[in-house]
Every structure is written in C-alpha cells, then in structure tokens.
C-alpha cells in the first residue's frame, strides 16, 4: 500500500511539472502576440508636400507676379514720359501762357538753359515783360523792361504772330524749336525762328515776313 501511494504521488507531482512546464511555453508564445499590437496602430499621416507647394506657389503668385506687374507699368511709364517731350509745342504753350499772364503780344522767346523752361518778351502798352515760364508750364517769375521803339513799330505792323511764324518754319524745315526773335532784315521785319535737328540735321534759322508769313530765307 505505501509503494502504491508513493507511486501516485509521484505520479501526481510529475503531472503538476508537466502542466507548469506547457503554462510557462504559453506565457512566452502570448509576448509576440502583445508585441504585434502597437503595429497595428495607424503611423502618422505622412506630411501634406502638395499643399505646401500650393501654399509656397501662391506666395510667389501673390508677391512676384503683382510687384512685377507694378515694376513694368511705372518703368513704361517713366520712358514714355521722357521720350514724349516736344520743345516746339512747349514753346508755344510758354508763349500762351506768358501772353495771358502779361496781358500782351509776345515778340521773343528764347529756351532757358535747355531744362525744358522758356523766357518770353511781351509787349504791353509800350512797356516790356519778361515773363518765366517753368518746365512744368507754370509762371515763375516776371520782370518790366523797356521797349525799343523799333520793335514796337514793328510790332503795330505785323499781321503775323509770333506762334504763327514758328509754325510755318517747323513746317519748311522740320526740328524743334529754340529761339524766336524779330529781326529787320533789308529793311523788311521777319521772325528769325532757330530750329534744331532740323530735316537736314543742322540748326537752320528759318525768317519769316511779319506781314506776309512767307519764308524769306532759310539758313543752316
């Protein structure tokens, strides 16, 4: 009897190992189980390249594009102004205007320093003013002077004007206008009218009758 009880307590203790020993396989087959868990967590969303893209694009677009635009437009416009300058017509607005601010009949002009600014002789009740007229086409200043008797007589004969005379001599001879003045030539009053780049390329001084607003000679 006690060899049999032995036997089954063996028997029994051999058993207990048998089923710690498949509990202990158990435990360290379940760890690659619970290790594969966070693999199955979604990764974080790769970052959104194409909308940064859209994002840098625009910038450009909004920046570049506008200030280039805004670049052109006033370049253009800058050049444009400069090369549109016409020394024949600001000088007949000189005489205009000097003429209504005198309150007389213009019978000199001359170019200022070349700055695009004119001095014009007005006569005014047997009287003479100077009158200034800026680049802009404003008055800048005006001065009393004498009138020669010569030029007043000549002046109280002439049916041509002096914006009239330079108009028939751009005409003849092309270029720009410089300086006009009255001048007795022979015995005949004419509008000495100097033009610049004229057709032939030189200063022609082109005179023109006070009376008859023929062109009695062409010089240059």
Same mark, same amino acid.
């Given at each position: 009897?006690?060899?049999?009880?032995?036997?089954?307590?063996?028997?029994?203790?051999?058993?207990?190992?048998?089923?710690?020993?498949?509990?202990?396989?158990?435990?360290?087959?379940?760890?690659?189980?619970?290790?594969?868990?966070?693999?199955?967590?979604?990764?974080?969303?790769?970052?959104?390249?194409?909308?940064?893209?859209?994002?840098?694009?625009?910038?450009?677009?909004?920046?570049?594009?506008?200030?280039?635009?805004?670049?052109?437009?006033?370049?253009?416009?800058?050049?444009?102004?400069?090369?549109?300058?016409?020394?024949?017509?600001?000088?007949?607005?000189?005489?205009?205007?000097?003429?209504? $601010?005198? *309150?007389?009949?213009?019978?000199?002009?001359?170019?200022? !320093?070349? /700055?695009? %600014?004119? +001095? #014009? @002789? &007005?006569? =005014?009740?047997?009287?003479?003013?100077?009158?200034?007229?800026?680049?802009?086409?404003?008055?800048?200043?005006?001065?009393?002077?004498?009138?020669?008797?010569?030029?007043?007589?000549?002046?109280?004969?002439?049916?041509?004007?002096?914006?009239?005379?330079?108009?028939?001599?751009?005409?003849?001879?092309?270029?720009?206008?410089?300086?006009?003045?009255?001048?007795? $030539?022979? *015995?005949?009053?004419?509008?000495?009218?100097?033009?610049? !780049?004229? /057709?032939? %390329?030189? +200063? #022609? @001084? &082109?005179? =023109?009758?006070?009376?008859?607003?023929?062109?009695?000679?062409?010089?240059?």
């Amino acid at each position: 009897m006690r060899t049999s009880r032995t036997t089954t307590l063996a028997m029994t203790l051999a058993l207990g190992l048998t089923l710690t020993a498949c509990g202990g396989d158990e435990d360290p087959g379940a760890t690659p189980t619970a290790d594969a868990t966070p693999s199955a967590v979604p990764a974080p969303a790769p970052e959104d390249d194409e909308g940064t893209d859209d994002d840098s694009t625009g910038s450009e677009d909004a920046s570049g594009t506008d200030d280039a635009t805004g670049t052109d437009d006033g370049t253009a416009s800058a050049s444009g102004d400069a090369g549109s300058f016409d020394p024949t017509a600001s000088g007949l607005a000189a005489v205009e205007t000097a003429e209504a $601010e005198a *309150g007389g009949t213009a019978y000199a002009l001359d170019d200022e !320093d070349g /700055d695009g %600014g004119w +001095e #014009v @002789d &007005v006569a =005014v009740d047997g009287r003479s003013v100077e009158v200034t007229v800026g680049p802009d086409g404003t008055v800048v200043e005006t001065e009393d002077d004498d009138l020669d008797e010569e030029d007043r007589a000549a002046l109280e004969a002439a049916t041509v004007t002096l914006a009239e005379a330079v108009e028939t001599a751009v005409a003849e001879v092309g270029g720009a206008l410089d300086d006009v003045e009255l001048d007795d $030539e022979d *015995g005949t009053w004419v509008w000495d009218v100097s033009l610049d !780049d004229t /057709d032939n %390329g030189n +200063e #022609v @001084d &082109v005179e =023109v009758s006070t009376t008859t607003g023929e062109v009695v000679s062409s010089e240059g």
